[in-house]
């Protein structure tokens, strides 16, 4: 079980081999696994997570391409998703690292993204919710995926909660 940060009363430390290099490696080599898994099947394979907190009954997965900031070249990944209407929410945890994932630094160079939910792909903007629809959001996130709790727990930043919506 994680300990109390003694630094920080409000985070928990991150549970050891979480951050190893062998770890981070799978990790990346899974999300290169599991977008083409999911291109090739429409998102009938790879399109639901079933594992942490979202086992057995699942959560969605969508794949977000963003523009890389450094090197402009398109990079896609699956990431869970909450659909609200016609806007996908997504969180950007990184599983409570203390820095942003690359793809939010994209975003916020430039917000055009697209996200495919099964087989629709579209075109959105990216923006990072204020905190008024941050508190309304995580409650909703966290119903559908617990561990954002505990990620958030893990880290001193705040993980900031993206909202694509239909680009015009």
Not at 56 to 84: A, E, F, H, M, Q
Request: hydrophobic letters at 40%; aromatic letters at 6%.
């Amino acid at each position: 079980m994680p300990e109390q940060d003694p630094a920080s009363p409000m985070t928990v430390q991150r549970p050891k081999g979480l951050d190893s290099p062998v770890v981070t490696k799978i990790m990346k080599l899974m999300s290169r696994l599991n977008v083409l898994v999911y291109r090739a099947t429409g998102g009938r394979i790879g399109g639901t997570w079933r594992f942490g907190s979202a086992f057995p009954r699942g959560v969605p997965v969508c794949l977000l391409t963003t523009k890389g900031r450094k090197t402009g070249r398109l990079r896609t990944l699956p990431l869970l998703c909450l659909v609200d209407g016609d806007r996908v929410v997504l969180v950007a945890s990184q599983g409570g690292l203390p820095k942003h994932p690359l793809w939010y630094l994209n975003t916020q160079a430039d917000p055009r993204v697209t996200l495919q939910r099964r087989g629709t792909i579209r075109r959105m903007r990216a923006r990072t919710a204020g905190p008024a629809e941050r508190a309304e959001l995580w409650p909703r996130l966290v119903a559908m995926y617990a561990d954002f709790d505990k990620y958030q727990a893990w880290t001193a930043r705040q993980i900031p909660v993206v909202i694509c919506e239909p680009a015009p």
